[in-house]
């Protein structure tokens, strides 16, 4: 289905994004033990937690997340991103830009790369800035 964990990737953030819970499955893993933790949440194990909870989330709406500086680690069966999101979300106030942190493991199967985890956790607001405290230690 996916032939790299980037096209995973980039199928996940247009499923959020056109609210489709039965693409955003797709890209899941067939596996009981994918797990799904979203800011402030608890950890969802499975299939049925995990698509109960998108479709929970989904229910208010499109998500409108951009992805930013991506570290990927990367082997022949395994695939780890960590990202920045930057999530925009209505409110009564307006539009609102809020960050999160988040974690994204693929694995390689017979069908192609799949999502088993996703890990998101609320960012401070600076971190959607280029900081040093965000950058890979260089040798000189």
Known sequence: MFATPDEAEHAFYEALEQGDTTRLMQIWADDEEIVCVHPGGVRLVGHAAVLESWQEILGNGPLVIRPLRNIVMHSMMCAVHNLVEQVSA???????????????????GPTGWRLVLHHASPAPPSAGLLDMHDMPDTLH
């Open 90 to 108: 209505s409110t009564p106030e307006g539009n609102q830009i809020v960050h999160c942190y988040a974690t994204h493991v693929y694995h390689k």
